[in-house]
């Protein structure tokens, strides 16, 4: 079963589950796509990546800062494996992401930020990575408590606990400090088309 389609079972099934379940509201000066309501925000920051220890769905130890290189295009995002709600929406739109961008987008590293690090191990999170064919390139990552609030501080993420996060998408192009930050439940082709732009190393201010 291909990713996009995996994604879609994934979205129908949440989205049937979590009637309830809304978008997050577009922030003020961002305007709405022509001819329909706009369904995240997009604005641009600056993140100091902190150089904390992680571990990856492999087990493999490695520096935030050196997985995060700035000599390289990167997306990041925070979720949790026991999410039912907006991380298998997120995760599974990644997933999507990545296909639309085939070889276009084999430079671009995703690294996908667990918020409960005391249930999410490695071994989790290689299953986890498994259920949305995660493939080369993806890393799943944790870390102790400490250093995922130290993390989700530096991002300007932390929401107090795991069930107050919000969706967050964070693009930066290769030697750049500036990050895109997308807010909400944005789509596959929105999201490649933010990396396209930061694989050609520009981030606009649209």
């Not at 390289?72 to 639309?100: D, H």
Request: net charge positive; charged share 20%.
């Amino acid at each position: 079963m291909s990713a996009a389609v995996a994604g879609k079972i994934v979205l129908v099934s949440i989205l049937l589950a979590c009637p309830l379940l809304k978008a997050e509201p577009v922030r003020k000066g961002t305007p709405a796509r022509t001819g329909e309501e706009a369904r995240f925000s997009r604005s641009v920051t600056r993140v100091n990546v902190p150089g904390l220890s992680v571990t990856d769905q492999d087990g493999r130890a490695v520096s935030l800062a050196e997985l995060l290189d700035p000599r390289e295009p990167v997306v990041v995002n925070f979720f949790f494996a026991s999410c039912a709600s907006i991380c298998p929406v997120m995760t599974a739109t990644l997933a999507q992401m990545r296909e639309q961008l085939g070889r276009e987008g084999r430079n671009l590293r995703t690294v996908s930020i667990t918020i409960d690090p005391d249930q999410d191990t490695p071994d989790v999170l290689k299953s986890y990575a498994g259920r949305f064919s995660a493939g080369p390139g993806w890393k799943f990552v944790t870390a102790d408590s400490a250093a995922i609030e130290t993390i989700q501080k530096a991002f300007g993420a932390f929401a107090g606990g795991k069930f107050n996060h919000r969706a967050l998408y964070y693009f930066r192009p290769a030697r750049s400090d500036t990050w895109v930050r997308i807010e909400g439940l944005a789509g596959s082709t929105d999201l490649a088309a933010e990396a396209r732009g930061v694989l050609e190393g520009a981030v606009a201010n649209r």
